[in-house]
């Protein structure tokens, strides 16, 4: 157990809707990066938010857009959902922004039809 | 741009057998080497992360070593067991944490 947690585990959604997903960091983690992995491959960076900020962001389109709270805390969202958003979608804290290990949630099961 | 290979895609191996996975990176300019594992349907465990001014680390039966100026780094499993099945991802970090990741080695240890 990594202290990450992620809600929900499992969601399906049709072609064109949105959706959210959250995750909420370890305890005294002000960073989280959110990863989608497709089926059978590794995971890849979407974004990344550090005291609240965009501190990064992967080849990913604007669709793609997040949050990160006071808490630390963060939301994933995305907008106009396509068949090829289906995926396993992951959020990891850490403290800082350089050198850190990242801790990673459970995950949230997205099925796009 | 990073790119990171794994070889072997996939490993099945009968029990007690020591492995060796293999991680090569593009861009040797990295502050660290994480290896993952992860089980099916599953987030990820860290096991190792090794920072570029390390040569190996240890945990356990694992011992992950870096080549940083080859771009390459390997996981040593000693002795396997049922348990370890699992998939085995590494990833590099450039800058800023934001890792990019192998496509994984799908490991099958039979009993």
């Known amino acids: 157990e990594t202290g990450v947690t992620q809600s929900p585990t499992h969601l399906i959604k049709t072609r064109g809707q949105q959706v959210t997903l959250r995750c909420s960091s370890q305890?005294?983690?002000?960073?989280v990066s959110w990863y989608q992995q497709a089926l059978g491959q590794g995971p890849q960076f979407i974004f990344q938010?550090?005291?609240?900020?965009?501190?990064g962001r992967g080849n990913f389109p604007p669709r793609f857009s997040g949050l990160q709270f006071p808490n630390y805390s963060s939301e994933l969202n995305v907008n106009a959902l396509e068949l090829d958003d289906s995926a396993l979608y992951l959020c990891?804290?850490?403290?800082?922004?350089?050198?850190?290990?990242?801790?990673f949630g459970p995950g949230t099961r997205l099925l796009v039809l | 741009k990073q790119e990171v290979t794994q070889i072997p895609a996939a490993l099945s191996v009968p029990e007690g057998e020591n492995l060796v996975l293999n991680c090569s990176f593009t861009?040797?300019?990295?502050?660290?080497l994480q290896w993952f594992r992860q089980d099916p349907g599953k987030g990820l465990t860290s096991l190792l992360l090794?920072?570029?001014?390390?040569r190996e680390q240890t945990s356990g039966r694992l011992n992950a070593s870096l080549d940083k100026s080859s771009g390459r780094s390997t996981l040593y499993i000693a002795a396997s067991q049922p348990g370890d099945s699992a998939t085995y991802l590494c990833?590099?970090?450039?800058?800023?944490?934001?890792?990019?990741f192998g496509g994984g080695t799908r490991l099958m240890v039979k009993p």
């Open positions: 990891a804290s850490s403290f800082g922004t350089v050198q850190e290990t990242q801790y």
């Open positions: 938010y550090y005291r609240e900020e965009e501190n």
């Open positions: 861009d040797s300019a990295i502050y660290n």
């Open positions: 090794i920072q570029s001014s390390q």
């Open positions: 990833a590099v970090n450039n800058a800023g944490n934001m890792l990019t």
């Open positions: 305890s005294g983690h002000n960073t």
